[in-house]
């Protein structure tokens, strides 16, 4: 193995790591999709490494999956979801709150203000936990004997960025970086199989999973629209939306 | 091996049901199929017992897993028996159309054959792929009526659920890592039997870390206690043919996974003692949702706090491990599969004649309804654990085996029990006896599965046949 391979290896793993850092210290959802959209193109970079240096040919099919759907596909998506939701915060200030029946009003205050929600524990406390689950990470793997280095700290990686996908899922309550959460924990999942050497059905659960990441996305959109709750209101916005969702 | 085995039927029966499911647009055409491939599917399941036992790197046969899948396929097929019913009236009422209705069976056939797929499973990554598909499909079914907090907790289930896949696939990678270095790459180091087999020589320190992943993760589908955040809305929310089957079998076979890496780690004296951590989750789960069940206003979320309950119960016996402990525990699950669908099938027609899932507004069903009011109150004196029922031999042997071998922890075990029993009770009254308050239509329902069940349950508390307890036996020295 040689020093700038072993060099390269580490470094797109790491970057997949510090991207889960942005994404926790991030406010703006849309910055927070971005980043995960480079984040995902990280893990494809880095799976497409692990396919040349382990002479497996098959691992680049996860890159690609990595690629298109998990950095265009899906983000282009959550983009257009979020956008659905934040215009209905706008009908707020279009319509005007008058005309709204309470109901939808309740509503539109409920989503708004678990997106302020975020704010319960501010980033510097979230960056210093997911800090903490960095340093957990290193604790537990390192002393596993009987591996390789690089395997090994391939593992510290994965079980940091899964860690901070979970962190991420605990300290912010909006559905749509809630998902991001995940999906990062599952980047996490997949840099843990290709460091596996050799796993059997690596590929077939890298496609499972953008199975699930599709379910996910499809959920949110129903989600979505029964976040209204008051369907017979949104009947008019919703047909000039139609076409975006 | 020439031609399409039982273990092979077992998958295919239900994998063709799928599509052919989905195209049938005759209600009760397609209810009648549902309920036939069930049966082939129960069939295949019992000729596995006197058909040779096949082994690969992806299917492994032995006494602990057909017995599992008789009991999966069974309760499969009674609920379907239910379901053919029970939704026949969500159609009357309009809560289902006929599409909804095909995409149901459809999706029911394909739920058993992923649980058949985990239970059939040599391959630790195949089990995980049969989990997580189980699970999905769950999801999609708790979500079917597209009301808000169906919505609602099929989104937690679906959140829950998939961080806890996700820790129990880093575990499954972690456990291949180890194996990888006494048995060799590929296929074979994912062969749950080989594991078994070479476990003195995996890595200590690793397989306890990957054992950690484990637990968690499909704690989290089993529902125990720290974990069991999704487990009452997700019964609430569904169908109430979905919350007999998500807590009769889906909940097993969660605790079936964990049971056979269980068996692994048992064959490692270095690696943690995992009946420890199992019997402490088990303690948790049984106090907290004893004390949980005197709170609760909705009558699934009631029965869904009890299966938490007897999962932490299952979880304490299996911890406890020794033969007698695990004995009381493979019953204990048995019961439990049995009379818990059994009653979420009364608690599906209370629920119609009542128009409601309220306790409050339920009430007095024995004037309105005696037959079902008399089944309900067998089921529910059942699962609380009083005799002559199954229940209660389990819970009896547990208890014994437990005094015999740690009496402090059998005091809480006993305590939380009988917690459970008096909330139980305490419902029940409510329930059947008080005055009959608001509505009550007339029931069009089948008993027939709910007397099949409690029939089961009251034989075995009364007499087990001597072959299934052997066969028992053999199951709990198997497990440690």
């Given at each position: 193995m040689s020093k700038q391979w072993f060099d390269v290896a580490h470094l797109l793993p790491g970057s997949v790591l510090v991207l889960s850092f942005f994404l926790l210290y991030q406010d703006r959802i849309e910055v927070v999709i971005n980043v995960f959209a480079r984040q995902s193109m990280a893990l494809s970079l880095s799976v497409a490494w692990q396919a040349l240096a382990q002479d497996a040919p098959h691992l680049i099919v996860i890159a690609v999956i990595a690629l298109v759907v998990k950095s265009f596909l899906i983000p282009n998506e959550l983009r257009r979801i979020h956008r659905w939701m934040q215009s209905h915060h706008q009908i707020e200030d279009v319509i005007g709150s008058g005309l709204i029946p309470t109901a939808l009003h309740r509503i539109i205050r409920q989503i708004q203000s678990r997106d302020r929600i975020e704010e319960e524990i501010g980033s510097g406390q979230r960056m210093l936990m997911g800090l903490g689950l960095v340093a957990l990470s290193i604790l537990l793997v390192q002393p596993v004997g009987k591996v390789s280095t690089y395997v090994r700290e391939d593992l510290i990686f994965a079980l940091a960025v899964i860690l901070l996908g979970l962190l991420m899922m605990i300290t912010r309550r909006n559905v749509v970086t809630q998902a991001v959460g995940f999906m990062s924990l599952e980047n996490g999942l997949i840099l843990a199989a290709i460091g596996a050497i050799g796993m059997p059905l690596a590929v077939e659960i890298s496609v499972a999973f953008s199975i699930l990441i599709a379910f996910i996305v499809f959920v949110l959109r129903i989600r979505e629209r029964f976040d209204t709750h008051d369907e017979s209101a949104l009947d008019r916005f919703r047909s000039e939306r139609r076409d975006a969702l | 091996m020439i031609g399409i085995g039982s273990v092979e039927?077992?998958?295919?029966?239900?994998?063709f049901a799928i599509p052919i499911l989905a195209l049938v647009s005759a209600p009760r055409l397609g209810a009648t199929l549902n309920i036939l491939a069930c049966a082939m599917t129960l069939s295949a399941a019992v000729a596995m017992v006197f058909t040779e036992r096949p082994r690969s790197d992806l299917i492994v046969i032995d006494d602990f897993n057909i017995f599992m899948i008789i009991l999966t396929t069974f309760v499969g097929f009674t609920t379907s028996i239910f379901s053919a019913t029970y939704l026949a009236h969500e159609m009357e009422i309009g809560r289902l159309t006929p599409v909804l209705l095909r995409f149901y069976h459809a999706m029911y056939q394909a739920l058993m054959c992923a649980m058949n797929v985990v239970l059939v499973a040599n391959n630790i990554g195949l089990m995980w792929v049969g989990v997580e598909v189980a699970t999905l499909l769950a999801v999609i079914m708790v979500g079917m009526y597209r009301r808000p907090e169906a919505i609602e907790a099929a989104w937690k289930y679906f959140i829950v659920g998939s961080v806890g896949s996700g820790l129990a696939f880093f575990g499954t990678i972690l456990v291949y890592l180890v194996a990888q270095d006494v048995v060799g790459e590929g296929l074979p180091a994912m062969s749950w039997d080989l594991l078994a087999k070479s476990a003195p020589m995996l890595d200590p320190k690793l397989l306890s870390l990957a054992f950690v992943f484990l637990l968690v993760g499909y704690s989290t589908k089993v529902g125990l206690a720290p974990f069991h955040a999704w487990l009452p809305d997700a019964h609430a929310g569904g169908p109430t043919a979905i919350s007999a089957v998500q807590s009769g079998l889906l909940l097993n076979i969660a605790l079936y996974v964990l049971l056979r890496f269980?068996?692994?780690?048992?064959g490692n004296e270095a690696a943690i003692d995992v009946g420890s951590i199992m019997?402490?989750?088990g303690l948790v789960s049984l106090v907290f949702a004893a004390f949980m069940l005197y709170r609760l206003r909705d009558i699934k979320r009631l029965f869904a706090y009890s299966s938490i309950e007897h999962m932490g119960i299952a979880a304490f016996a299996f911890g406890m491990g020794g033969p007698l402990a695990n004995f009381a525990g493979l019953l204990h699950i048995t019961m439990h599969a049995f009379m818990k669908s059994g009653i979420f099938f009364a608690v599906g027609h209370i629920v119609q004649v009542k128009g409601t899932q309220h306790i409050a507004a339920i009430s007095g069903i024995s004037v309105t309804h005696p037959v079902l009011a008399v089944l309900f109150t067998f089921g529910v004196i059942a699962i609380a654990g009083l005799p002559p029922f199954g229940m209660f031999t389990s819970e009896f042997m547990l208890i014994s085996s437990t005094f015999a071998q740690q009496p402090v922890l059998g005091?809480?075990?006993?305590a939380g029990?009988?917690?459970?029993?008096?909330a139980l009770i305490l419902r029940l009254q409510d329930i059947v006896f008080g005055e009959p308050t608001?509505?009550?239509?007339?029931?069009?329902?089948?008993?027939?599965?709910?007397?099949?069940h409690l029939t089961l349950v009251l034989i075995a508390g009364l007499w087990l046949p001597d072959p299934i307890v052997r066969w028992f036996r053999g199951v709990a020295a198997s497990l440690g």
């Open positions: - | 039927a077992t998958l295919i029966v239900p994998a269980k068996m692994v780690l048992a019997v402490g989750l005091v809480v075990l006993v029990l009988l917690i459970a029993f008096g608001g509505e009550a239509y007339p029931a069009q329902a089948s008993y027939f599965p709910v007397y099949v």
